[in-house]
């Protein structure tokens, strides 16, 4: 990219430098943030998926025991209502699990079995599990999405316009300087020249 080699880039640049060195910090902790964020919440997500395959695996084993396995259908529960709300972790907007209602299909009480509503209630319970884990992973994704666009401002500023800032203070500061020295050699040298003549019209 060319420059202008003048004083007003000069100052320019360096209120650019300024700006660049203000705003990383920033971005810096952003992307901590983001990355603390998102390991936290997988860590949490991978807990509720372990609880809810412990409590499926517990479940199938607890109705093997009453040898009517075929007796209960899973389509007896159904989910009418995931509630949800908005939370906001590092200016991103994410979706915060609060619970789920669940209907239940009715079914005739006299011929089927007994723990039939304690089944209903288990699979609730492992439906809630997932429900909340998918939730979380939305969560991540949106965090993973944000963490992209940070670290891609990060190394922005890193790597191209605070490196780009300097050299062009640099380039223009070295220009300058010299321009400088030029205009001072020219002035003793003018000095010189009008000091011959005078003399020489004095002679």
Known sequence: ??????????????DSLKRFLRYLPTLQLKKQQLQTEIRTI???????RTERDSLNKAFNVWIAVFGEVDAF???????????????????????????????HADYDLYRKPLWLDTAAEKIEQVLALDLEARILDEQVRLLQTELRITTQRVN??????IP????????????LGDQ???AVVRGKISKKNLERVVQEDRE
């Open 1 to 14: 990219m060319s420059i202008k080699l003048t004083k007003n880039e000069l100052k320019s640049q360096k």
């Open 42 to 48: 997988e860590v949490r997500a991978s807990q509720l």
């Open 73 to 103: 259908d899973p389509d007896t529960v159904q989910i009418r209502e995931i509630r949800r709300s908005t939370g906001n972790i590092a200016g991103v907007s994410i979706p915060i699990y609060e619970t789920t209602e669940f209907t």
């Open 156 to 161: 922005l500023f890193e790597k191209v316009k």
């Open 164 to 175: 780009e800032a300097q050299n062009n203070i640099k380039k223009i500061s070295v220009y």
């Open 180 to 182: 400088q020295v030029a």
